[in-house]
């Protein structure tokens, strides 16, 4: 199950063409077996021709009679050059006339007989019978090597094995471009589905899918259609709990802070005091801007779900904006907020902008020590080719005690804080962020801060730029 789906379909398909091919050089080596068997009728037909090609010698008697072979037998000779012979032996075995290296075992009967022998790294079929003749009784014997089957072993590779080889690549390769032609749907939609985002579960369109894939596809789109409506069940439920606590806690923070300002100071009072009024008042404060957070999450959560429009942003006038919101925070704390901004446009949502933005200036200003620096900036990126797209940025940059590396990907998750860390945070500021920076397809960049490595914080976010002629002043 390891191989791929095109590799088993090769391997099915050619499995049963490498059993076919080794049928075929069985059946191959039984056609040769069975064209030696009939060598014996053959030779045993031969025998009475070659004893009639054996006459007496009109010499002295007692001479070595002559050999006149029969044209049939001549043929068969000329035919197998090398591999076919013949001998005439007397009554004895001794040997008279024909090929000397011919021998056997010698017929004891007038029956022919048949024994199989080896010379030179041949096998030959030898055909002997003892025959009565004008010269007296003769023993004649014919010699065929020709048998296919010590043949087939050396024309094995060219009759067989070759062509064999030929068809099984030759069909390989067109298995295989036909497979992958056949499968090109399936690696598109495989593709399709690895270049969703983790977020993205919209439903795949049937209509691009081939039929056979189709109750697949459709089961896996009823699973998105559940685990979409478990996720939106979810982000609605904090939203819905973020909002109905934003009513009471603002009426409660509005309460705590009418009973500081109106507390006693003095000595041995019997109403609360004005230490743990201030607690309560810290309290309340951190509890409603957790419900403000969670309900900025969930709306930036479905942005990641749901497309909408993209506009064009006017970075410079949001970074004024949330510069002027933080101001008196970071004046009450002694720090320096200042503003570095360059006219650019973005292609993004304003208000998740302007989310993402002073969730990163409330940050920098709560964990910057007393007297420290906070700076907003946005401007627009040299491009580094010049076929590339216009990009601008946003970015935050504190002197605080920064991030290690090893804890930026941490300080992006939900409700994680880092360890030691002062101040009152819920640990929502970055993820909040984060979540923001996704919709607009991008990231967070987090490192430090330009000239004090390693301390303080840069948090950058590059959009990309909306074109001059749609952009808006």
């Known amino acids: 199950m390891k191989l791929g789906l095109q590799h088993r379909l090769l391997l099915l398909l050619l499995l049963p063409l490498g059993i076919f091919a080794l049928a075929g050089i069985y059946l191959d080596y039984r056609s040769a077996g069975n064209a030696a068997l009939r060598k014996d009728p053959q030779l045993q037909h031969l025998l009475p021709l070659l004893a009639d090609s054996v006459l007496p ?23 197998r050059v090398g591999m076919a012979g013949v001998r005439v032996s007397d009554s004895a075995g001794n040997y008279l006339i024909g090929e000397p290296w011919i021998a056997g075992v010698l017929p004891a009967t007038l029956e022919p007989e048949f024994v199989s022998t080896e010379f030179a790294g041949v096998t030959y079929r030898i055909g002997s019978q003892r025959v009565a003749t004008g010269s007296g009784e003769l023993i004649l014997q014919i010699a065929d090597g020709s048998d296919s089957r010590q043949q087939w072993l050396s024309s094995l590779w060219l009759r067989v094995l070759l062509p064999d080889l030929l068809l099984l690549l030759t069909t390989g390769f067109a298995v295989k471009w ?7 749907p399936l690696i598109a939609l495989k593709e399709a ?10 439903a795949i369109d049937l209509l691009s899918t081939p039929a056979e894939v189709q109750p697949l596809v459709s089961a ?25 606590l934003r009513t009471p806690l603002a009426g409660l923070q509005a309460q705590v802070e009418a009973w500081t300002q109106a507390a006693s100071l003095s000595a041995g ?37 749901v497309a909408q429009a ?33 006219p650019a446009q973005a292609r993004g949502y304003e208000w998740l902008l302007a989310e ?43 002197d605080g005690p920064g991030l290690e590396p090893a804890e930026r990907p941490l300080a992006l998750q939900r409700f994680y804080r880092v360890h030691g860390t002062a101040g009152d945070g819920n640990g929502l500021g970055l993820a909040i962020a984060d979540e923001i920076a996704r919709a607009h397809q991008s990231q967070l960049e987090l490192d430090y801060a330009r000239s004090l490595a390693p301390r303080g914080l840069r948090v950058r976010l590059v959009l990309q730029a909306q074109p001059a002629a749609q952009s808006t002043s």
């Open 356 to 398: 993402l933005l002073s969730n990163l200036a409330d940050n920098a200003v709560k964990y910057t020590a007393i007297g420290g620096c906070v700076t907003i900036r946005c401007g627009v990126l040299p491009a580094l080719l010049p076929a590339e797209p216009s990009r601008v940025f946003l970015e935050v940059e504190d």
């Open 57 to 79: 010698s009109a010499a002295a008697p007692g001479s070595l009679p002559v050999l006149l072979l029969a044209p049939e037998l001549d043929a068969f000779i000329k035919a």
């Open 178 to 184: 036909a497979v992958a032609r056949a499968l090109r």
């Open 269 to 305: 009072a019997v109403t609360l005091t004005s230490d743990k009024l201030l607690k309560l008042r810290g309290a309340t404060r951190r509890t409603s801007q957790l419900a403000n957070q969670l309900l900025a999450l969930s709306r930036a959560d479905s942005f990641t779900h």
């Open 220 to 244: 896996l789109n009823r699973l998105f259609g559940l685990v979409n409506d478990q996720a939106e069940g979810q982000r609605r439920f904090v939203a819905d709990a973020a909002h109905q």
């Open 193 to 202: 589905v690895e270049r969703r985002s983790p977020r993205d579960l919209s």
């Open 310 to 342: 993209m506009q064009a942003v006017d970075l410079k006038k949001l970074c004024e904006s949330v510069l002027y919101r933080h101001l008196d925070a970071a004046t009450d704390k002694g720090l320096d907020l200042g503003l570095e901004a360059l």
